[in-house]
C-alpha cells in the first residue's frame, strides 16, 4: 500500500487509470481524488510567559523541576514571575519568542532586585535554588534557559530586544 501511495496514488497528481485500486476508490468515483489528501491545518496559539532573573552575591535563582515531573524532570528553569508571587516592574530585559508544537511562546525576562523578604519566603520553597553564575555550564538547564542566562549576564548594556542601544 506503501508503494502505492509513492508511485501511482500522488497527491495532487494520482494516475487513477494505473490504479489496480480504482473500482473501489471513493475520491475517484466523486472526481476530486487530486484534492485529496486534505490536511487540516493545526490552531497556532500564543502564550506570553513572564520570568524573573534574579542574582544575590553572584548567584542566580532558579527553579529545579521535580524529578517526577512530566515535564523537564529534574531540569533547572529561570523561574515565573507568578510562581515567586512578584510583579513584573517595567521593561523585560530580555524577549524572546520560541515555538514548542503549535504554542508560540513569547518569554519576558524581567531583572529584579530581591527584598530581603522576598529572600526569605524564597527560601522556605523546597523548589528555588541559588545556583553560582560560575557553576551555570554544569546546571541541568534547558538550552534555551542557558542561552538566556548567558546573554542576559554578558549583556553589555544592551536593550531588552537585543540590540545596543
Known sequence: MMELGA?????????????PLAEWCDAQKAGDAQALPRFVSKERKEAVVERAL?????????????????RLAGMAEI??????GVEPAGEPALVRRRTIGTVTYEEKLHALEPKVVEIRRWAKDGELEWVAAEALDGAALSGPHRRWLGEWLSRGGRTARGKRP
Request: hydrophobic fraction near 30%.
Open 54 to 70: 534574579i542574582t544575590r552575591e553572584g548567584k542566580i535563582l532558579l527553579r529545579r523541576n521535580p524529578h517526577t515531573a512530566k
Open 7 to 19: 508511485t501511482v496514488c500522488r497527491k495532487g497528481v494520482p494516475d487513477c487509470a494505473k490504479c
Open 79 to 84: 523561574p515565573v514571575l507568578s510562581s515567586l
